[in-house]
Structure formats: structure tokens, C-alpha cells
């Protein structure tokens, strides 16, 4: 299994690598970590006829708060997310979701921008972001943008990107959830997820729920923000009946498809467990760090 | 800024174990394939081909990578370990000895990829939980040993490290 061939290159800064992208527009792809861009290299599921090398450039590294707002270079590794103080202490339900990235070894290549752009609807870290509600700064020739992660995914691997932009920095703001959750089930540990479901809770003083947030994965052909169960929640303590109400309305827009790796059926019903174990974990945690 | 043709071989010069190596390569070809066939390394041995065996993983810059997900190109400047790199002046590494002595290997084709992320979980001089060796080595694929040997090896080598106070 080898690439087929391509032309490289490897611009040392942002400005370089847009004007290249604006040259070579869909003929090229960008590559950063390559954890799952090169095994479809590899495999030559794609064969594109350029790639874009972005390590080299420095403003893509690094995570920062600024103003309120955590941001994430696209180049930051998931590793170093992993470990980042910031981020355990302030955003830990990114801190939890990134162990079940791939392995130490690929994690520590691994980069944050890259899971976000390659979209696969089983991914975590696109699952943690919508939670988040996060911004995605997108850069071209002709400046920057920024889009919420709402309209970003569009379809499986595929993001609202042009082939002439390239994704820059993610941008969350301090979390005011008290409650974090990431669940998700795979075959074997590190395996890509069959179904996943991440969720944040701010839980008050006697226990009502003020704010929720709560997205499926492996579910659709994008990450599923659950807002029936979301509108739900608020104002509610979680019961026993409360907490199959959200279940049930959490995976009332999901359609997942049947693969050689899990049916409809089956997706269905680890969604709705999985779902139940990050309320639950969630609103726990809310309860403990309110009392 | 560099432009090449599709065919056209750059020059890439990175330390391998200690050593300065210059070499030409195709953009194309993986980094496993560099150190095996350019540079004569073959103790990095190459299994799936796409990052999900584990046996090519090698230390770039210090930390366990699979080196068929890079490029060689990538590495270009960098520093690399390979499992040739581990023994010095004819002496085994303690992880390698300790792998003999606990039976961490027997076919050994996956032998090289786990000692180097050893090296890494090592050097982070952190005395890992048994659940972050288990978690380190779910990024290999061992079909010989049921990795308990491995994980021995492991344990016990961080406890020697930690009685030496860290040095290896």
C-alpha cells in the first residue's frame, strides 16, 4: 500500500500556504497530522494530485485565552489537548472525549483542526465542539471568516471549507457548565466509534437543570445537536422519568444507517444507552461541584 | 516556499539515532519505507500499512509515532530513535533485557514498534498506572504474547527507573 504520487509542499507560513490554496484551489488537499488522511493515502481511496504541508506554519500552533474565549490552533496535536492544564481545568469534557481518540501514538500526531476538517460523523472531537458551540476561523486569499459549528458540517467528511480556505482556529468560550459527560462505544478501544454522545449540564443549587447541551454521533451523516432533549431538560431535575423523556427525545431525529459494523437497530439502541450513562454522569458531576 | 514535479525527488537530512542522514526522496514515500529501504534500518518493521498494527512506531522528536502515517519528507530536520538506537556500546536497553527476561516477545515482529513507545512512557519519567501501560499498548497489535509479558517488562523497567532516579 502506497500513496499514489503527488506534489509537495510545504508552505512556512500562513500567507504562503493561501496563496498556494488559491493557485492550486481543488487540485490540492491539505495535510497536518495525516492520521486519517494518509491511511486513505495509503489505501488510495483518494489520489489528489498536490498536497499541502501546513506543519511548518507557527500561527496555526498553540492554544491561548483571550477576552473569555479559549482558542485552539489547528495545528495543537490532540495529545497536547489531552494533557493541556486550560483545558482540564476549564473545558474537561475536551480532556475526556480525547482519550478515545485513536491511541497515544496517533494522538500525538493527531491535530485538532484536522479532526474538525475531516468530519467523520463518529469523530469526538466534532461531537465536543457542537457541544461546545464553538467558532471555526477560516482563512483564504481574500482574509478571514468565521462560522459557527452549526452550519460547518455539511455531510460525512465533507465541511462548508472551499478548496481555496483552510481552517485556522477553533474558538470556545469558558465553559459555564458545571456537568461533562463523553460516552462512547467502539469494538475495541481506540476503534472508530459506533455510536457516542457528549453532553454538558450547568445544574443549579437545588438541582434544576438551567442549561443543556447534548450531541449524538454515529447517528447521521453529521454530528446530531439533540435539541428536542436539550429544550427538554431545562428547568428539570433529572428523575428517573425525566431522564427517559430526554433519552427518547434525544434520538428522535436519528437516522442511523446499517454497515458491516452495526445495524440501524443497534446504532439506536447504544445511542439511547449511551446517551442515559452521559445525562446521568453529567448531572452527577453538576450536582457534586454545585454542592 | 518549494514547488516540485511529480516525479522529482527532494532533499530531506534528519539525525537518525544519534546520526546525521542526508537522503533524496519521491514526496510520496512513508517514512517507515525511508528508514527501512534508504537508510537500511530494518528493524522498524512495517505490518498494515495504516496505522492500526503499530509496529513501525518510532520516536520522532521524542515522541512514539507510527512512521507509515508520515512522510519522509515530513521529517525533514528532525530526530529520530529507531529500536537500532536503544542499545548502546553493545548494551541492551533495560527494556529490551527485561522484555528476554519477562517473555514480552516470542514471533517479535511487533517487538520493535512497543519497545519504542515504551521509551516514550519511560522517559515521560511519570511511574505510569498499570491502566496506562494497558492504555499506551492498545496501540499495538501483539497476537503472540497476550501482551501479559509485555506489561511485566514494562512495570518492572519502571521500577528500576524510578530506583535509578530516572536515568536511561
Known sequence: ????????????NLEAAVQLLDVIGSEGKIIAGGQSFIPILNMRMSEPGCLIDIHQIKELKGIRVEDGVLKIGALTTQRELEQHDVIKTNIPLLS????????VQTRNRGTVGGSVAHADPSAELPLCF????????IHSIDGSRKTSINDFFVTYLTTELMPEEILTEIHVSLSQFNGYAFEEFSRRHGDFALAAAACLLSVGETGKIENARLVLGGVEAVPLLAEEAMRFLKGKSLSDETLERAVELAVIDADPDTDL????EYRLH????????????AYNRGLQKEG | MSIQSLKEKVKISLLVNGREVEGETEPRKLLSDFIREDIGLTGTHVGCEHGVCGSCTVLFNGKAVRSC??????????TIQTVEGLAKDGEQHLLQKLFTECHGLQCGFCTPGILMSSVELLNSGKKPTRREIEEMLSGHLCRCTGYKGVIEAIESACRTNECKGGEN
Open chain 1, 261 to 264: 459494523h452495526a445495524s440501524k
Open chain 1, 130 to 137: 457542537l457541544a461546545l458551540d464553538a467558532e471555526i476561523v
Open chain 2, 69 to 78: 502515517l508520515m512522510f519522509a519528507v515530513q521529517a525533514n530536520g528532525s
Open chain 1, 1 to 12: 500500500m502506497k500513496p499514489a504520487t503527488f506534489t509537495y509542499h510545504c508552505p512556512s
Open chain 1, 270 to 281: 447504544l445511542a439511547k444507552v449511551l446517551t442515559r450513562k452521559a445525562l446521568l454522569k
Open chain 1, 96 to 103: 475526556e472525549a480525547t482519550q478515545f481518540i485513536g491511541h
